[in-house]
C-alpha cells in the first residue's frame, strides 16, 4: 500500500506577490446563477484562459458518502480524455493517492507525495502518464462539516509545474471556492425542500407582478425562483427556451435592480414577509 508524505495545514507557501490581474470575470462567472451547475463550467473555462491547463474540476460531495440527500455532478473542462484513450478513470479513482489534502491550502501532487514514490505508483504509471497528467494542483475544503469541496487543475509534462503566479491565483480563488460551494449546498437544499415558508406557497402572482412592478411571466419567473426551482426548471414548465428565460430574467432584474439570481430571490422573500408570507 501507498504510503503518503503528510502536510501540516499551516505549511507556508513561498511569500509571492499576488498575479498582476483582475479576479472580476473569474469571480463574476463563479458566483453568476449558482443554481446551475453549469456556471461553473463557464467559470472552470474563463480560468483555463488564465492558467493553461488539459484539464479542471470542481464539485461538491457530502463528506460521508453514506449521506445521498443532496448529490451534485463534479463539474469539469477539458478533453474527453478518458474515451479517446479508452482509459477507465472509475478503475484508478480508489488508487487515487491526492485525498485528503491540507484543508483550503493549495498544493501540488508532487509536494504531497515525493516524485520518486509517486512515479513508481500504478496510479501513475497506469493511469497518470497514459493520459498525460502528469502535474496536478488541488484545494481540498471542508464545508459546515457536512461536505467538502474539491478543486483540481491538471496539465500535461509539456505544459509544465504550477508557476508562482498561478499558485497565488490559486490561494486568491480559495474563499471564493468555499462561498460557491456553500451557497451550491444552500440552492439544492431549498431545490429539494421548497422553502420552510408555507405561506409563500399561498402567495400568488399577482401579488408578486403588483409588489415588484414585473409582467405575469416575469412574476411567474422570480416567485417559481423563491420557491427553489432552477432557471431550466421554470423554463420548462413555461415552455420557453432557456435563451428566452435568460432574457426574461435580464429585464426582471431590471426592473428590480438587482445583478444577481440569489439576490432577487431574496427581494421576492423580503416583499412578501411584511403581508404575512414567512
Not at 499551516?10 to 462567472?29: E, M, S, V
Not at 458566483?31 to 463557464?42: A, N
Not at 491547463?53 to 453514506?66: C, E, L, M, N, S
Not at 420557491?227 to 432574457?247: D, F
Request: hydrophobic letters at 40%.
Amino acid at each position: 500500500m501507498m504510503t503518503m508524505t503528510t502536510v501540516r495545514a499551516n505549511r507556508a507557501l513561498p511569500r509571492i506577490q499576488p498575479p498582476a490581474h483582475g479576479l472580476g470575470k473569474l469571480l463574476h462567472t463563479l458566483y453568476d446563477d449558482l443554481s446551475e451547475t453549469s456556471s461553473w463550467s463557464r467559470f472552470l473555462g474563463e480560468l483555463g484562459k488564465v492558467i493553461p491547463a488539459t484539464y479542471i474540476a470542481f464539485g461538491v460531495r457530502p463528506a460521508d458518502q453514506r449521506n445521498d440527500k443532496l448529490t451534485f455532478p463534479y463539474t469539469s473542462v477539458g478533453p474527453e480524455i478518458h474515451r479517446a484513450r479508452t482509459i477507465d478513470a472509475t478503475a484508478y479513482t480508489p488508487l487515487d493517492p491526492f485525498v485528503s489534502l491540507p484543508e483550503g491550502l493549495p498544493i501540488t501532487l508532487k509536494e504531497f507525495i515525493p516524485a520518486a514514490q509517486l512515479e513508481r505508483s500504478t496510479f501513475f504509471k497506469n493511469y497518470l502518464e497514459v493520459v498525460d497528467l502528469v502535474h496536478v494542483l488541488g484545494v481540498d475544503l471542508k464545508i459546515a462539516d457536512t461536505y467538502e469541496a474539491r478543486f483540481r487543475i491538471s496539465r500535461s509534462r509539456k505544459q509544465g509545474d504550477f508557476d508562482a503566479d498561478e499558485r497565488a491565483l490559486c490561494a486568491e480563488l480559495v474563499p471564493h471556492l468555499r462561498t460557491a460551494a456553500r451557497m451550491r449546498i444552500q440552492f439544492e437544499a431549498l431545490r429539494l425542500k421548497p422553502l420552510a415558508y408555507d405561506d409563500l406557497a399561498e402567495a400568488s402572482v399577482e401579488t408578486v407582478q403588483r409588489l415588484l412592478g414585473l409582467t405575469r411571466t416575469e412574476a411567474t419567473f422570480a416567485l417559481a425562483l423563491a420557491r427553489g426551482k432552477t432557471i431550466k426548471e421554470v423554463a420548462r414548465h413555461l415552455g420557453v427556451s432557456i435563451c428566452t428565460a435568460r432574457t426574461h430574467m435580464r429585464s426582471i432584474f431590471l426592473k428590480t435592480g438587482v445583478d444577481k439570481q440569489t439576490k432577487l430571490v431574496r427581494e421576492v422573500l423580503q416583499r412578501l414577509s411584511p403581508l404575512g408570507f414567512r
